[in-house]
């Protein structure tokens, strides 16, 4: 089963506040926007240079925690309740 496949049999409990937010005034002097290029599911993206977040759709795998070193992410789980649910492996 390809990944898509694997991704498209979860399930999202989507919260109305974004469980990542970006401080743009730090992550617009980032020089490589490491975010847009890690995330497995693309949720980060550029739109008119600044990085935008799409939560509806995370992970919540943490990798773009990881990879961002300018500080700029204030990351945190979602509120009980909602986030994604794994249903297969």
């Not at 992970?59 to 297969?88: K, M």
Request: one cysteine or more; hydrophobic letters at 35%; proline letters at 4%.
């Amino acid at each position: 089963m390809k990944i898509d496949d694997k991704l498209a049999l979860n399930l999202f409990h989507i919260d109305k506040k974004p469980h990542i937010e970006i401080n743009q005034e730090i992550c617009r002097k980032c020089p490589h926007k490491a975010c847009t290029y890690v995330c497995p599911v693309e949720n980060y993206t550029l739109n008119e240079g600044e990085v935008v977040f799409a939560w509806e759709g995370c992970l919540e795998c943490g990798t773009c925690r990881i990879v961002c070193d300018q500080g700029s992410l204030t990351w945190d789980y979602p509120t009980g309740g909602f986030g994604i649910v794994y249903r297969l492996g």
